[in-house]
């Protein structure tokens, strides 16, 4: 599967934006997807990922502020961020992973077996 992330861009603080993770081919909702974010210099850390069924999983640190969601018609998962804060400026990537979603989110990067190219999200304070 080749992923192709979008919809980063220069947003205030407590602005939102909404990040988009487009598929290709027939297998998209086979995988689990999940969002990554890394800043140079740190090792890229998850943020958000939803199951092949739907379930949904967050850091600590995004939770009540991004919301991921799927639709497996249009071979897209999405991460709604709101209330955006300095600390959330950073490359954000789309991955996704074929392993059971409680064992991809045990593995976290390693599992997931394919990457979009990233979208940078700069959150100006």
């Given at each position: 599967?080749?992923?192709?992330?979008s919809g980063?861009?220069?947003?205030?603080?407590?602005?939102?934006?909404?990040?988009?993770?487009?598929?290709?081919?027939?297998?998209f909702?086979t995988y689990a997807?999940a969002?990554?974010r890394?800043?140079p210099g740190?090792?890229?850390?998850?943020?958000?990922?939803i199951?092949q069924?739907g379930?949904?999983d967050?850091?600590n640190?995004v939770?009540?502020?991004?919301?991921?969601s799927?639709?497996?018609a249009?071979?897209t998962?999405?991460?709604q961020m709101?209330n955006?804060?300095a600390?959330?400026?950073a490359?954000?990537?789309?991955?996704?992973?074929?392993?059971p979603?409680s064992?991809?989110?045990?593995?976290?990067?390693?599992a997931y077996d394919?990457?979009?190219q990233?979208?940078?999200?700069t959150v100006?304070?």
């Amino acid at each position: 599967v080749q992923l192709q992330a979008s919809g980063g861009g220069l947003v205030q603080a407590g602005g939102s934006l909404r990040l988009s993770c487009a598929a290709s081919g027939n297998t998209f909702s086979t995988y689990a997807i999940a969002w990554f974010r890394q800043t140079p210099g740190k090792e890229r850390e998850s943020v958000a990922a939803i199951s092949q069924h739907g379930s949904t999983d967050y850091a600590n640190s995004v939770k009540g502020r991004f919301t991921v969601s799927r639709d497996n018609a249009k071979n897209t998962v999405y991460l709604q961020m709101n209330n955006l804060k300095a600390e959330d400026t950073a490359v954000y990537y789309c991955g996704a992973s074929p392993l059971p979603f409680s064992q991809a989110q045990r593995m976290g990067a390693l599992a997931y077996d394919f990457w979009g190219q990233g979208t940078l999200v700069t959150v100006s304070s």
